[in-house]
């Protein structure tokens, strides 16, 4: 099949907009403008300079014959309320010609969900698919359309319900094991318990905790791009910021940067693990308990100057140590 008429079957066929943006059917406008604005980078040409030239035409076209006309049909509320009435009319067709019978595991999957935790495991499921969706363009396709099921089971289970309420965060379990993306062995997604409080993580604990993962396999790069994402939505979290410092650092190209946003943090939390442990490397000053400062801080005493020394810790003197109980023990495993 040509690159043209991919397209055109694309076009034909992946006709619902929430599953073209990878966003659960409850999405507001916030959540659906992050949405494509996330879609645009991992689209954008820069992406794709090292790739063949039919995938780099491959990824402008899918944004501006499919993104594009998706996002315009979902910017407004109306509109978003006009769409979501097409999908409900569709279900209620589907359901009186034969049962909903959806092919992928993760559609099945919520089939089976109980009603008090049918919410939960769809949100998951959403944003499971959706960090995979546009990673690769010629795996698009597939993921729409497990999408797509999903939406539809959601709104079979939630066809007794006065209606779908929008919501700003969507409802995310930390703790969740990836499905497979192709179809075949059926593979559970572990959730937990049904009456347990479930984790809410917010868009900038998703960008934290995928900067996390970067951070373990050393691509500085992306936890860089991560974090400043995550610290526009958040600029209060000592974490956020004692991370991104360390990347600048790892980076050894931006020192400056590395200093900035390492003393931010411990200006937010003087007790940040991460800062704490890197700040010595920057000549960063590290107040001790008596107030006086903890390395190599010019006093005063009785009008001489004396300069005070404090053997820096082992676990302190290099950021690329490989030794036991280093960076990634912050991470936890």
């Given at each position: 099949m040509t690159q043209s008429s991919l397209l055109s079957d694309w076009e034909k066929n992946l006709t619902d907009p929430y599953s073209v943006l990878g966003v659960s059917i409850t999405a507001d406008d916030r959540r659906v403008q992050k949405r494509y604005r996330d879609i645009a980078k991992q689209l954008h040409p820069d992406k794709f300079i090292h790739a063949d030239e039919a995938t780099q035409e491959l990824s402008t076209k899918l944004l501006a014959r499919l993104v594009n006309p998706a996002y315009k049909k979902l910017q407004q509320e109306k509109e978003r309320k006009e769409n979501l009435a097409l999908l409900r009319l569709k279900v209620r067709r589907l359901t009186r010609e034969r049962p909903i019978s959806p092919k992928s595991d993760l559609a099945r999957q919520l089939l089976e969900h109980p009603a008090s935790a049918v919410d939960v495991f769809y949100e998951q499921a959403i944003a499971h698919l959706s960090e995979t969706q546009f990673q690769a363009p010629n795996q698009f396709a597939i993921i729409t359309e497990q999408l797509s099921e999903l939406n539809l089971v959601y709104l079979k289970l939630k066809m007794g319900d006065v209606g779908v309420r929008e919501k700003r965060t969507g409802v995310i379990s930390v703790a969740q094991v990836a499905?497979?993306?192709?179809?075949?062995?059926?593979?559970?997604?572990?959730?937990?318990?049904?009456?347990?409080?479930?984790?809410?993580?917010?868009?900038?604990?998703?960008?934290?905790?995928?900067?996390?993962?970067?951070?373990?396999?050393?691509?500085?790069?992306?936890?860089?791009?991560?974090?400043?994402?995550?610290?526009?939505?958040?600029?209060?979290?000592?974490?956020?910021?004692?991370?991104?410092?360390?990347?600048?650092?790892?980076?050894?190209?931006?020192?400056?940067?590395?200093?900035?946003?390492?003393?931010?943090?411990?200006?937010?939390?003087?007790?940040?693990?991460?800062?704490?442990?890197?700040?010595?490397?920057?000549?960063i000053v590290m107040p001790s308990p008596n107030g006086t400062a903890a390395t190599g801080m010019t006093q005063k005493t009785n009008g001489v100057q004396s300069k005070t020394s404090q053997k820096v810790p082992q676990s302190q003197k290099t950021p690329n140590s490989p030794k036991k109980g280093g960076l990634f023990g912050l991470f936890g495993k």
């Open positions: 499905p497979t993306v192709n179809s075949g062995t059926p593979q559970k997604v572990n959730l937990a318990p049904e009456n347990s409080d479930f984790a809410t993580e917010s868009y900038d604990q998703r960008h934290y905790r995928r900067a996390q993962v970067y951070a373990k396999k050393g691509a500085w790069e992306q936890v860089v791009q991560e974090l400043r994402e995550a610290i526009k939505l958040k600029a209060d979290k000592s974490e956020y910021h004692a991370l991104l410092g360390l990347a600048y650092l790892q980076q050894r190209k931006f020192p400056g940067m590395a200093k900035v946003h390492i003393k931010r943090a411990l200006e937010l939390n003087p007790n940040d693990p991460l800062a704490t442990k890197y700040a010595p490397n920057l000549g």
